[in-house]
């Protein structure tokens, strides 16, 4: 009889250990939730050319670090350089145009001057022969010279305004054509140093297809860099929707990846998606067609990675991730987005 309340005893002794792991277990999924639904993700930027041209060289191979603004590959540049030097050509005759144009109005002004000072001097003898003649102390052939002498100085005077005018006009012109010649040179300019060719970020050549000789157009990719540091790398872990109650952005999270299950990496939950994956997917579900099905939704969460636990730059685009937040923990403060204006209504 003793025997079997020892064993009885016993086996509740392990009844209630395994209930007790069972729930220090769910206690912990609770206040930890967890996924293998994960991914390793991060920005791949895309090198193309923004110029049409014959590739001069390629500087680079796959898998090859690169640092920011180091370059992948040249353009053949002789056709930009003749456009270049066709625009610098056609600016240097729009400037001697435009001195040419003003050295013109320098003497046109000069011709005023000398006009309006013969209109002042046939004035004044206008005047002086009018009185002599009306005092009958000149003859009226001297009077009438200088009316006419008169009429003809102010005559050349409106024509010299008038041509002064004509080229201050031409100035304004001359000015804008110099003007566009020097956009068209800078522009010229600009499209030749688009035949060097540079990594935007550093990181890692993948996906190369760039040879020697290859004519390539305009926003054809010739290689991609993947920047596998700093904010350009994340993990992006999908939830099921009854594990979202307790997550929170700021909050750290933890993970490894199948590569080498035995380190642990750090992070925090930066942002969470703003719908499922069925919401976003090309064919969302229609669940209005009478034969529905309840299926738990995943909602996809943006794990940002600690710099420090990843200094090495181990982790690749692409990894599968097992990933577990801290619910428990203070959320760290994240930045705050500025608030975005109410749109104006017309009245």
């Not at 700021?250 to 942002?271: C, L």
């Amino acid at each position: 009889m003793a025997k079997k309340w020892i064993s009885f005893a016993a086996i509740l002794v392990v009844v209630l250990g395994i209930a007790l792991v069972g729930y220090r277990y769910w206690q912990h999924a609770q206040l930890h939730p967890s996924t293998e639904d994960a991914y390793v993700s991060g920005d791949v930027f895309s090198i193309a050319s923004r110029v049409p041209g014959t590739l001069l060289t390629v500087e680079v191979i796959d898998n090859q670090p690169v640092r920011a603004d180091q370059v992948i590959a040249t353009l053949d540049p002789r056709d930009f350089d003749a456009q270049v030097e066709q625009a610098r050509t056609a600016l240097n005759e729009a400037r001697s145009a435009l001195a040419t144009n003003r050295a013109q109005i320098e003497q046109a002004r000069a011709k005023v001057d000398a006009d309006a000072s013969r209109l002042e001097l046939a004035r004044i003898n206008l005047e002086r022969f009018s009185d002599l003649y009306h005092r009958n102390s000149a003859p009226k052939q001297r009077f009438d010279d200088a009316v006419s002498a008169e009429k003809v100085a102010a005559a050349d005077l409106a024509a010299a305004q008038k041509d002064l005018a004509a080229k201050e006009a031409n100035l304004t012109v001359a000015q804008q054509r110099v003007k566009l010649q020097e956009v068209r040179l800078a522009d010229a300019q600009l499209k030749r140093s688009y035949c060097t060719i540079t990594s935007p970020v550093a990181g890692v050549v993948s996906k190369k297809g760039a040879q020697v000789g290859e004519v390539v157009a305009p926003g054809q990719p010739l290689c991609a860099v993947v920047p596998l540091e700093g904010a350009h790398i994340w993990v992006e872990a999908n939830f099921k929707e009854t594990q979202l109650r307790r997550i929170r952005v700021g909050q750290p999270a933890e993970f490894h990846t199948d590569v080498n299950p035995d380190r642990s990496y750090r992070g925090w939950v930066e942002s969470l998606s703003a719908g499922t994956g069925a919401a976003f997917s090309l064919l969302p579900p229609e669940n209005a067609t009478g034969n529905w099905v309840k299926i738990v939704q995943r909602l996809p969460v943006r794990i940002a990675i600690d710099l420090e636990s990843d200094a090495d730059h181990s982790l690749r685009l692409g990894l599968s991730a097992h990933v577990e937040i801290n619910t428990q923990a203070e959320p760290r403060k994240m930045p705050i987005a500025p608030a975005t204006p109410a749109p104006e209504h017309a009245p």
